[in-house]
Nanobody, 119 residues
Framework: QVQLVESGGGLVQPGGSLRLSCAAS????????MRWYRQAPGKERELVAA????????PYADSVKGRFTIARDNVKNTVYLHMISLKPEDTAVYYC????????????WGQGTQVTVSS
């Protein structure tokens, strides 16, 4: 059974930091590209960060560049999103996504974790 379980969200003041985790199980985690998306109320889902199976990091979304860092641990089957200097506009539900293409697309999603940045 495939599972992606996000954790680490919550309420934080502007300028604060959070680290999101996404624990994977039920599939070969170390062969998948992992991505973090977010979706704010009334807005489309936005790709925030991505890391390949071997640890290559794609360019971050302009809105988070210099503030967010993606990392993965292929032993713990976990991907992280470290967020600093948080802004109210970072408020969203953050989703973990696993994706692989081997002639066909394979993709899995977590249930999301809420991040609220407010004073």
């Amino acid at each position: 059974q495939v599972q992606l379980v996000e954790s680490g969200g919550g309420l934080v003041q502007p300028g604060g930091s959070l680290r999101l985790s996404c624990a994977a199980s039920g599939f070969s985690f170390n062969t998948y590209t992992m991505r973090w998306y977010r979706q704010a109320p009334g807005k489309e889902r936005e790709l925030v960060a991505a890391i390949t199976s071997v640890g290559d990091i794609a360019p971050y979304a302009d809105s988070v560049k210099g503030r967010f860092t993606i990392a993965r641990d292929n032993v713990k089957n976990t991907v992280y999103l470290h967020m600093i200097s948080l802004k109210p506009e970072d408020t969203a539900v953050y989703y973990c996504n696993a994706v692989k293409y081997t002639g066909s697309w394979y993709a899995y999603w977590g249930q999301g974790t809420q991040v609220t940045v407010s004073s």
